[in-house]
């Protein structure tokens, strides 16, 4: 149609490569890659959205998985849109010289940027999980002391040009093996102790992260370690992994958690307009329907509960009235 263009994707004018090395080609992304960015920065943010959408059906206090799984997709498209942007970005000489002219250069465009993505969101996706599966917090927070570990030993290798790069690959391996021995078997028995639908969402999630978790290392060592395949496909590579272990994952946890009250897994929270009830002293619930006075007539206070019946109110509390059913 006349007088209707197509918006050419101009990032990489705006925001060319800085570095520029003599006799040497650089092995930069392109327009292309450039365009697959984008298209997942779009599935990202509307992901959020939609998680943040659903959230509205549920009351406030059951949220807490809406929450943490649309920050995850929030902080991906962040990350999406800068490397869309050619933003973000270093450039590491390569320890592996191809004759590839794809892949033919001295130096290759390293994204840090998707390591700050996964030094957030893997955090957090792990805490969906093993939320869900109930597991106790040391366990929750040493395994998600791991996952950073996993993350910041790959960023690391991936900045390095010598073959030292590779033993931070083995120190990220290594903890995505403890990472996994933690879904796969402990969450695992815990989900299973729950039953129902908390061992179905549990089993299907986890079995999903890992499972596209252990193909990372294989795009890392296409990409960031033996520069294999070209920054487009490794635009490609990443992208598809990425919406597959946020924005699907997300879906299949939230679809599974629609029967599944946070409180049968320990999360007892609780909203500022739950009027009919009180948390006591002790900690445990009451009526709280005329100011701590049970329908019954009866009283209670702290630990004390005047029903008439042999019970006798602390000198602080004042005088009650105990007339009702007394001996």
């Known amino acids: 149609m006349s007088g209707v263009a197509k918006r050419a994707n101009d990032a990489l004018s705006i925001n060319p490569n800085v570095f520029h090395y003599p006799d040497s080609s650089n092995i930069n992304l392109t327009t292309h890659g450039s365009d697959w960015y984008w298209a997942v920065t779009g599935v990202m943010a509307v992901s959020t959205l939609a998680f943040m959408g659903l959230s509205i059906r549920v009351p406030r206090k059951n949220r807490i998985f809406h929450y943490i799984t649309a920050s995850i997709t929030l902080v991906a498209s962040i990350a999406y849109f800068t490397m869309a942007s050619n933003l973000g970005y270093a450039a590491i000489q390569v320890e592996f010289q191809r004759s590839n002219p794809k892949v033919a250069g001295l130096y290759r465009e390293i994204f840090y940027v998707r390591y700050i993505d996964w030094f957030v969101t893997t955090p957090l996706l792990l805490l969906d999980l093993l939320l869900t599966a109930g597991l106790p917090w040391p366990t929750v927070v040493y395994t998600i002391l791991m996952d950073e570990v996993m993350v910041i030993t790959g960023?690391?290798?991936?900045?390095?040009?010598?073959?030292?790069?590779?033993?931070?690959f083995v120190f990220a391996m290594l903890a995505l093996i403890f990472i996994a021995y933690n879904v796969c078997y402990?969450?695992?028995?815990?989900?299973?102790?729950?039953?129902?639908?908390?061992?179905?969402?549990?089993?299907?999630c986890g079995v999903w992260t890992i499972f596209l978790w252990f193909i990372y290392p294989i795009a890392w060592g296409l990409c960031e370690g033996g520069n294999v395949i070209s920054p487009d496909s490794e635009a490609v590579f990443y992208g598809v992994l990425d919406i597959l272990a946020k924005p699907v994952f997300g879906a299949l946890l939230i679809f599974g958690h629609r029967n599944i009250d946070p409180a049968s897994l320990g999360l007892h929270l609780k909203d500022y307009d739950d009027s009919n009830q009180v948390i006591e002293k002790d900690g445990s619930r009451a009526n709280n329907g005329n100011n701590g006075v049970a329908n019954n007539g009866a009283l209670q206070h702290g630990n004390v509960n005047v029903d008439g019946a042999n019970d006798v109110a602390p000198a602080s509390t004042g005088v009650h009235n105990n007339t009702a059913n007394m001996a």
């Open 186 to 204: 402990v969450g695992l028995q815990h989900a299973k102790f729950h039953g129902g639908p908390v061992k179905k969402v549990y089993t299907i």
């Open 155 to 168: 960023l690391v290798g991936a900045l390095v040009a010598s073959s030292y790069k590779w033993g931070y």
